[in-house]
């Protein structure tokens, strides 16, 4: 009997293009050390021409499936959790899928910036177990950097662009998604922000001069509301589970801000030898970053077969969202 969904393989991709904070110091006033005890960000990677956030998605699909021992025909579920896709329409999952070849899959994008990638594990895991699908894969990209400012100091220096993937498939043995917890706060919505190029801003030569098409934050106030969902959620998804914090082995948090980070870990009191982290060689790249994060882990030996992990995210809308899962 199913029981919930697993991850059997994992994989990622980032451009080859890194912008070091050396780098950012020659286009905005800011230095290395700046950037690395405010946010502890040293570079980042970004696209080059003619590298789409489909083609990231698709480099790390590839190895999830290799990982996992999954064909493209097995795949019945494509998800794609991002804010920067390919093109309005048509999504880029359905974009994916014609390159994997991915016949027999539905396809269909997920928008909950940086919190997509837990939104997007919550649907993965609800298809599963009620019988819609038996084989999920789950992506989360960003080519962030083309909706960045690079002449704004307050966002240019966080954003990166990356992607990670994963299979996911029925489980009755205990290991998979225990829980999710997911929340939205639509008042602040303005708190992070792409103003103009939908239907409420379309493009214009006014909104280009404007430089509306690029993303806006308020730093201050995205910091508090971080730290207090984000904790929130985890404490919540851990309850859902029937298990505490100290049960966890590795706790692998939305790669945002080191400084956001270690406020959470401290508000749940987890010990920062448990606290994955490479934002340093990233940057925050919204939804792709915990996927990311938890593939290296699994590579770097620090995720292992029956280890409890939990995962949380914070992102514009506002979002946010946390997960317990045994690997």
Known sequence: MISTARIDGTGMAAPARVIT?????????????????????????????????????LAASREAMVRAGASPEEIDLIIFCTISPDQLTPSTACILQAKLGAKNAAAVDVQAACSGFVYGLSLARGAIVSGEASCVLLVAGESISRFIDWSDRTTCILFGDAAGAMILRASSN????LSTDLGSDGLNAG???IPA???SMPASHETVDGRLHFMKMSG?????????????SMQKALEKAGVSVSDLDLFVPHQANKRIIDAVGDSLGIPADKVFLNL?????TSAASIPVALHEAVMAGRLKPGDLVGVVAFGAGLTWGASVVRW
């Open 21 to 57: 904070n050396d780098d950012l110091s020659k286009m905005v006033e800011t230095s290395d050390e700046w950037i690395r005890t405010r946010t502890g960000i040293r570079e980042r990677r970004v696209v080059g021409p003619g590298e789409n956030t489909s083609d990231l998605g």
């Open 197 to 199: 190029g939908g239907s």
């Open 191 to 193: 708190l992070i922000s």
């Open 174 to 177: 205990g290991r998979g998604i």
């Open 280 to 284: 340093e060689k990233y940057g925050n």
């Open 220 to 232: 201050a106030e995205v910091f508090k509301n971080g730290v207090r969902r984000m904790a929130s």
